[in-house]
Nanobody, 117 residues
Framework: QVQLVESGGGLVQAGGSLRLSCAAS????????MGWYRQAPGKQRALVAT???????NYADSVKGRFTISKDNAKNTVYLQMNSLKPEDTAVYYC???????????WGQGTQVTVSS
C-alpha cells in the first residue's frame, strides 16, 4: 500500500520559514513526478511546485523566488522549503506522486500551514 506522509506544517509569522517533508513508501519514487499542492478554505486545490523525474522544478507564480522543492531519491522524500511566508500562503499542503508511465497518482493526507500577519 502506497503512503505519502507529510510533516513540517505549523503556525508561523509572516516573513518566517517552514520546511515541509513528504516521505513516500513508493518503490517507483525515482521515476515519479513529485509535487506539492495546497488548498485554502473555500478554494480549490492548486499546484504549488512539482519536480519531474529528471529533477526539473516547476513553481506556481505566487511562490517563485520564495519556495524551493527538492527530492531525495535515496530517502524517498520530497521537501518544500518555504521562505518569506505570507498570510495568503495559509492552506492545507498536500504531497502528490504522479507516475505517468503507469497511470498512478497518489495523495498524502495533508499538513496545515498557517501564516499569521
Amino acid at each position: 500500500q502506497v503512503q505519502l506522509v507529510e510533516s513540517g506544517g505549523g503556525l508561523v509569522q509572516a516573513g518566517g520559514s517552514l520546511r515541509l517533508s513528504c516521505a513516500a513508501s513508493l518503490s517507483e519514487f525515482s521515476i515519479a513526478t513529485m509535487g506539492w499542492y495546497r488548498q485554502a478554505p473555500g478554494k480549490q486545490r492548486a499546484l504549488v511546485a512539482t519536480m519531474s523525474r529528471g529533477g526539473r522544478p516547476n513553481y506556481a507564480d505566487s511562490v517563485k523566488g520564495r519556495f524551493t522543492i527538492s527530492k531525495d531519491n535515496a530517502k524517498n522524500t520530497v521537501y518544500l522549503q518555504m521562505n518569506s511566508l505570507k498570510p495568503e500562503d495559509t492552506a492545507v499542503y498536500y504531497c502528490n506522486a504522479d507516475i505517468g508511465l503507469y497511470g498512478y497518482n497518489y495523495w498524502g493526507q495533508g499538513t496545515q500551514v498557517t501564516v499569521s500577519s
